[in-house]
Nanobody, 116 residues
Framework: QVQLVESGGGLVQAGGSLSLNCTAT????????MGWHRQAPGKQRELVAVVPSGGSTAYANSVTGRFTISRDNAKNTVYLQMNSLKPDDTAVYYC??????????WGQGTQVTVSS
């Protein structure tokens, strides 16, 4: 079983920056894909960014150029650096992982609030 432990997030003014970290523990050696999704109040959960264990990253159009995802495979940790934050980025951010058997795992979620 894989557990995802998130840290980071919080409250920031528009134009500011925040970073999120997520570490996979447990049976994490088979993890292929890691990334972040988010869910704003009244909206569906949406993909923010993902990074495979070996390959190129992918971003939602709404965050391209502002957010950067990176990964340390040795530490089973994925990072999300969020710059030029907007009020529309306000959401609960969830860490996500998928293993080689295509089983998916989710973190508990961390709140990001951007004030105008």
């Amino acid at each position: 079983q894989v557990q995802l432990v998130e840290s980071g997030g919080g409250l920031v003014q528009a134009g500011g920056s925040l970073s999120l970290n997520c570490t996979a523990t447990g049976s994490s050696f088979n993890i292929d894909l890691m990334g972040w999704h988010r869910q704003a109040p009244g909206k569906q959960r949406e993909l923010v960014a993902v990074v495979p264990s070996g390959g190129s990253t992918a971003y939602a159009n709404s965050v391209t150029g502002r957010f950067t995802i990176s990964r340390d495979n040795a530490k089973n940790t994925v990072y999300l650096q969020m710059n030029s934050l907007k009020p529309d980025d306000t959401a609960v951010y969830y860490c996500y992982a998928r293993d080689l058997r295509l089983r998916t795992y989710w973190g508990q979620g961390t709140q990001v609030t951007v004030s105008s």
